[in-house]
C-alpha cells in the first residue's frame, strides 16, 4: 500500500518502484500496450516464492508443497477478487490471453451441447489476431461459420450491425476486446452482452489492454467469458486468466491431458478432476500466478480512479500534440479511448520513425500490431503506436512529441 501522505497521484513516487527506470534513467517507455514494466512488489513476490517455498503444488504432503499450493491458490483468489467472480473455481489459470482464448476454443467450441456445424460466431473487425485465428481453426474443425463484426468510422462497434447479426438463431458466441490494442477504442461491454443475452448468444471478451486501465466486474459486465493477461498489467509474462462462469465451466470437456487434470487414471478409463484443475493440466506456471496475484494486489492498492485520471491527462496531452504536428494522421476517434494512439505519417514509413526515437531513447511500437484485418480496413499498411502507463510524465509526452516533430522534418 502507499502511504496517504504522497500527493494523490505522483507518478515519479510509482515509478522509483520500477527498477528498469533507475538502469535505464533516461528511457521514454510507450510501448505499455505490448508489456507493462514490472514494480518491486512483483519482482520480490517471485523471489519470495523461489527463496522461501519452491515446491510443486496439490500433491505433496510435506511443509513447501502446502506452503507452494497455499500461495498458488492464493492467486487464484486474489485474480477472483480483482475481477469480482462469483468463485475462485471460477478462474482458469493461463499462459497468457492467447492461450485462454485457445483453451475456450478447444473447450467450449468442441463441446456439442455448445455449438454444432452450421452454428455462428461473431468476431468484431477491432480484434487481436488471438481472437480471430482460434475461431477461425475451431470453423475448419466444426464447420461453424465466423461473422466479421463492422466498426463505425469513429472505430466503435457498430450496434445496428450488432443487432442484424444477433438477428440470425444460429448466432452463439460474440467475440469482441473491452479495449483495441491498435486504436484504443473502449466498447460497452454491459450493454454489448444484454444485447447479445437476448438472443442466447454468449459473449467472450478479451480484456488484455482494459485490464491495467479499467475496472473490472465480470458480474456486473454480465460476460460468459473474459480473458486477460498479467504482462500487460505489471505482472510476470507467461501466466494470465480466463474467467469461465460456472454454469458453462461445469459443461467443459478436458483440452489438455496429463496430470493434475485428472481424478482416477486406469486403463480401463480415465475419470476427470472438476474445475478448475480439469482445464489445467501438468505443472501449472506457479511463481508466474504468485507474481501475477502481487502486481493486482499492487494495483488494488492504488487510488484507480486518480491513476486513470492521471493517464487520461497524459493522453489529452499526447493528442493535443500531434494535432499541432504537421503530416501526423490519428487513427481512431471512439468517445472512449484507453491511453494509447496509433498514428501514420504518409509517405514516411512508421518503422523509419520508430528507429529514429529509439535512437532519442524513446520506446515505441511499429507494425499492424496483430490487428491486420483492423488495419486493412482503415486503407494503411501499419501504424506507430504510442501507449501510456500510471508511470509515464508529462515530460515522457514532451519528449517524444518534440522527438517525432523533429524526426519528421529530418525524414519529409
Given amino acids: 500500500m502507499f502511504d496517504l501522505a504522497v500527493p494523490r497521484f505522483d507518478p515519479c513516487y510509482y515509478r522509483a518502484q520500477f527498477a528498469i527506470f533507475a538502469h535505464h534513467p533516461d528511457l521514454v517507455y510507450l510501448d505499455n500496450a505490448a508489456t507493462t514494466q514490472k514494480p518491486a512488489a512483483v519482482l520480490d513476490a517471485e523471489r519470495q516464492y523461489y527463496e522461501y517455498c519452491n515446491a510443486n503444488v496439490h500433491r505433496g504432503a510435506h511443509r513447501l508443497a502446502v506452503a507452494a499450493t497455499d500461495a498458488f491458490e492464493g492467486a487464484r483468489a486474489t485474480v477472483a477478487r480483482f475481477i469480482n467472480a462469483a468463485s475462485c473455481d471460477e478462474i482458469i489459470f493461463t499462459r497468457g490471453t492467447t492461450e485462454a482464448i485457445n483453451l475456450i476454443?478447444?473447450?467450449?467450441?468442441?463441446?456439442?451441447?455448445?455449438?454444432?456445424?452450421?452454428?455462428?460466431i461473431i468476431v468484431s473487425t477491432l480484434e487481436h489476431h488471438a481472437n480471430i485465428v482460434p475461431w477461425q481453426m475451431l470453423a475448419q474443425r466444426r464447420g461453424v461459420l465466423i461473422k466479421p463484426l463492422n466498426l463505425t468510422t469513429e472505430g466503435e462497434i457498430d450496434l445496428t450491425h450488432l443487432a442484424q447479426l444477433l438477428a440470425s438463431p444460429r448466432a452463439r458466441l460474440l467475440a469482441i476486446s473491452h479495449a483495441s490494442n491498435a486504436i484504443g477504442s473502449i466498447q460497452d461491454i454491459r450493454a454489448i452482452c444484454q444485447l447479445a443475452h437476448q438472443r442466447?448468444?454468449?459473449?467472450?471478451?478479451?480484456?488484455?489492454?482494459?485490464?491495467?486501465?479499467?475496472?473490472?466486474?465480470?458480474?456486473?459486465l454480465d460476460c460468459d467469458f473474459y480473458v486477460f493477461s498479467g504482462h500487460k498489467a505489471y505482472g510476470p509474462t507467461g501466466i494470465g486468466a480466463a474467467y469461465i462462469r460456472s454454469d458453462i465451466l461445469r459443461t467443459l470437456p478436458p483440452w489438455q491431458g496429463g496430470g493434475e487434470m485428472i481424478a482416477v487414471v486406469s486403463f480401463s478409463g480415465t475419470t476427470y478432476a472438476s474445475p478448475p484443475q480439469r482445464l489445467e493440466a501438468g505443472t501449472p506456471p506457479i511463481a508466474q500466478?504468485?507474481?501475477?496475484?502481487?502486481?493486482?494486489?499492487?494495483?488494488?492498492?492504488?487510488?484507480?480512479?486518480?491513476?486513470?485520471?492521471?493517464?487520461?491527462?497524459?493522453?489529452?496531452?499526447?493528442?493535443?500534440?500531434?494535432?499541432?504536428?504537421?503530416?501526423?494522421?490519428?487513427?481512431?476517434?471512439?468517445?472512449?479511448?484507453?491511453?494509447?494512439?496509433?498514428?501514420?505519417?504518409?509517405?514516411?514509413?512508421?518503422?523509419?520513425?520508430?528507429q529514429f526515437l529509439d535512437n532519442r531513447g524513446i520506446a515505441v511500437r511499429v507494425g499492424h500490431h496483430c490487428a491486420q484485418p483492423l488495419i486493412h480496413s482503415l486503407g494503411i499498411s501499419g501504424t506507430l503506436r504510442a501507449s501510456l502507463a500510471l508511470y509515464n510524465t508529462a515530460d515522457d509526452v514532451n519528449r517524444f512529441l518534440a522527438a517525432l516533430s523533429e524526426t519528421l522534418e529530418i525524414l519529409a
Fill in 200 to 220: 442466447d448468444c454468449k459473449v467472450l471478451v478479451d480484456g488484455a489492454q482494459a485490464i491495467a486501465h479499467l475496472p473490472v466486474d465480470v458480474r456486473a
Fill in 289 to 354: 500466478a504468485v507474481g501475477l496475484a502481487a502486481a493486482l494486489d499492487w494495483l488494488s492498492g492504488l487510488d484507480r480512479e486518480a491513476m486513470h485520471a492521471h493517464e487520461s491527462s497524459l493522453h489529452r496531452q499526447l493528442e493535443d500534440g500531434l494535432r499541432q504536428i504537421p503530416g501526423v494522421v490519428i487513427h481512431g476517434q471512439a468517445r472512449q479511448k484507453v491511453s494509447l494512439t496509433s498514428m501514420s505519417f504518409a509517405p514516411i514509413h512508421p518503422y523509419d520513425v520508430a
Fill in 105 to 120: 476454443a478447444n473447450t467450449f467450441g468442441e463441446s456439442p451441447e455448445q455449438l454444432s456445424a452450421g452454428d455462428e
